[in-house]
């Protein structure tokens, strides 16, 4: 990958992504690096990258009517060598406010209902259980990465940190309508959409613009619709496979993060290509084919 990109400026560099500068555009790269509890573990995930990178374009597809999305090309400008596991977007100001929307109780909302009966400053009924559907959608946001990541914030702190409590409505009246729109389809393709986080942006003309990745393992919580029954942890196809392998090492959470087994690597990438492949209705193969990665 190195040979191919040597040329251009590195713009920024993630726990998965890496962003390359085109000019009044970026090349956004996602690797096969997985990460818990925000250091990166030292073996990839073969074709994570991919999957992550086709199931965020089939999304913008699906919510292109719902807000509009910075996908610019998945071909033209990406070098062959990346291509089906990267894409050409438009540069955004990016807001720095990760919008998070809970449909279910899980994760760090059970966590906050089991104190306070309420999750994000949001009152909740009383005697809802784990992994719970919630009566509606929920929005919690939370501070990006760079200001504070995984605080749990109410919408008068997100209006704070978006720069104004207008675009802190347009960014929940967008997260909901787009978590909405993705949760029934992947209901309808057997998969519940407990809960997921989104990025935006505005560009130019100061029109919010899904940015960053959509509904994918890495940013979400997907459980499988059979045998899902509320009041326990769900059994899932997104990354909690290896956070739940992590945690049960003794590890510390802090760096270096250990070596994943042989075993949990091939176990979590049939998780993510199932997820890919149910999601999409597609082979992840086909999606390689289609731009161009067929020969990676």
């Not at 085109?22 to 956004?28: C, F, I, N």
């Not at 279910?104 to 209902?113: E, I, K, R, T, V």
């Not at 719970?132 to 109410?154: K, M, N, Y």
């Amino acid at each position: 990958m190195a040979a191919a990109i040597a040329d251009l400026p590195l713009f920024a560099s993630g726990k998965v992504r890496d962003i390359y500068d085109l000019g009044d555009r970026l090349l956004l790269v996602a690797s096969d690096r997985i990460s818990t509890y925000d250091v990166v573990h030292p073996t990839p995930i073969p074709d994570k990258g991919a999957v992550l990178t086709g199931l965020s374009a089939f999304w913008f597809e699906l919510t292109a009517d719902v807000v509009p999305n910075h996908l610019v090309s998945l071909t033209d400008g990406v070098p062959e060598a990346v291509r089906g596991r990267a894409m050409v977007v438009k540069k955004l100001s990016m807001v720095p406010v990760e919008c998070v929307v809970r449909g279910y109780l899980a994760g760090s909302g059970w966590s906050d209902y089991t104190r306070t009966q309420s999750v994000s400053g949001i009152a909740l009924p009383a005697n809802l259980s784990e992994s719970q559907r919630l009566p509606e959608p929920i929005f919690t946001p939370s501070p990006t990465a760079d200001v504070g990541h995984d605080e749990a914030i109410d919408f008068e702190r997100a209006a704070a940190l978006a720069g104004g409590r207008d675009l802190a409505e347009r960014l929940r009246h967008a997260s909901l309508n787009v978590y909405e729109r993705c949760a029934e389809h992947a209901r309808a393709r057997g998969i519940i959409l407990a809960d997921t986080k989104f990025e935006f942006g505005l560009d130019d003309r100061r029109e919010l613009t899904l940015a960053d990745e959509v509904c994918t393992p890495d940013s979400s919580r997907f459980w499988p619709v059979a045998g899902y029954a509320p009041g326990a942890g769900q059994p899932s196809f997104d990354k909690q496979y290896v956070r739940d392998w992590a945690s049960s090492t003794g590890w510390d959470k802090r760096p270096p993060a250990p070596a994943i087994p042989d075993e949990i690597v091939a176990r979590t990438r049939e998780k993510y290509l199932e997820a890919y492949e149910l999601i999409t209705g597609e082979p992840l193969t086909a999606w390689l084919e289609r731009t161009g990665a067929s020969s990676r």
